[in-house]
C-alpha cells in the first residue's frame, strides 16, 4: 500500500549526539516536506524538496539538514542535538496541488 | 505573503450536533487552494476535504462541507452529525495555484472535542 513512513515514532537523546529521523514514501511524489510542530500544536515549516538534489529551507530556521540523493527517501539531520530541538516532527509528501500525505510524525526529546 | 487564520483555539460539541470551525485567509492571488486537515491525538495527520477557489461549489465530503465565501476569503467547516471519533486538532491551510509553488500555509488549529 502506498504510503510514507516515519521512523522512528518517538526518541529520546542526550545532548550533543547526532541524530537522524527518517522518512520515506512509496507514492512516487516529488515534492517533500518536513514541518516542525511546537507543543502549542503550530505547524513550522523547516525544509522542504520539490525532487532529487533539491533542498530548500522553510520559514522557520532550524539547525538541522536534509538531503533528497532518492525520490522516495528524505531524511533530517541533526549534528548536534539541543534540548530546544525537542520537538514533534512531521514529513509529507505531495503530488502537485492535491494537497499533502502526512507520516505519523517523529516525537523527539532531549535531554 | 499568505496568512491563515482561526480565531477558535478551542471548541467542544455534542454527539450528533453539528459544529462549524472558522478560517480566514489572506492572499492577493486569485487562483488559489483550500484544504482543512484533522490531527487525531497521536495520530497521523489526514486530508479532510480539498476546495478549489475556481469553483464556487462548496466541496463536501460525507459529514464534512465547507462554506467557501472567496470575496470574504472565508473557508469554514462544517461537521454534521459529530462522532467521537472527529476528536482532534483541525488545521487550515492554503495552497498557491502556481506551478512549482505548492507549499503549504497552515493555521494555529482549533481543538475540537466531541462530548458523548
Known amino acids: 500500500e502506498a504510503d510514507i513512513y516515519q521512523t522512528p515514532r518517538y526518541l529520546v537523546i542526550g545532548t550533543g549526539k547526532k541524530i537522524t529521523l527518517e522518512c520515506s514514501q512509496t507514492?512516487?511524489?516529488?515534492?517533500m516536506y518536513w514541518y516542525q510542530q511546537d507543543p502549542g500544536m503550530e505547524l513550522h515549516l523547516i525544509h522542504y524538496?520539490?525532487?532529487?538534489?533539491?533542498?530548500e529551507k522553510g520559514d522557520l530556521s532550524s539547525e538541522s539538514t536534509v538531503s533528497r540523493i532518492r525520490t522516495e527517501h528524505f531524511p533530517l539531520t541533526l549534528e548536534s542535538a539541543r534540548p530546544s530541538h525537542t520537538s514533534q516532527y512531521l514529513c509529507a509528501s505531495s503530488r502537485t496541488d492535491y494537497g499533502y500525505t502526512f507520516g505519523s510524525g517523529t516525537r523527539l526529546t532531549v535531554v | 505573503a499568505q496568512t491563515v487564520t482561526q480565531s477558535q483555539p478551542e471548541m467542544s460539541v455534542q454527539e450528533a450536533e453539528t459544529v462549524t470551525l472558522s478560517c480566514t485567509y489572506d492572499t492577493s492571488e486569485s487562483n488559489y487552494y483550500l484544504f482543512w486537515y484533522k490531527q487525531p491525538p497521536s495520530r497521523q495527520m489526514i486530508l479532510v476535504i480539498r476546495?478549489?477557489?475556481?469553483?464556487?461549489q462548496n466541496a463536501t465530503e460525507n459529514r464534512f462541507s465547507v462554506n467557501f465565501q472567496k470575496a470574504a476569503k472565508s473557508f469554514s467547516l462544517k461537521i454534521s452529525d459529530s462522532q467521537l471519533g472527529d476528536t482532534a486538532m483541525y488545521f487550515c491551510a492554503f495552497m498557491r495555484a502556481l506551478a512549482g509553488a505548492n507549499n503549504l500555509f497552515f493555521g494555529t488549529g482549533t481543538r475540537l472535542t466531541v462530548i458523548p
Open positions: 476546495q478549489e477557489a475556481y469553483k464556487q
Open positions: 507514492m512516487g511524489h516529488d515534492k
Open positions: 524538496s520539490y525532487g532529487v538534489n533539491s533542498t
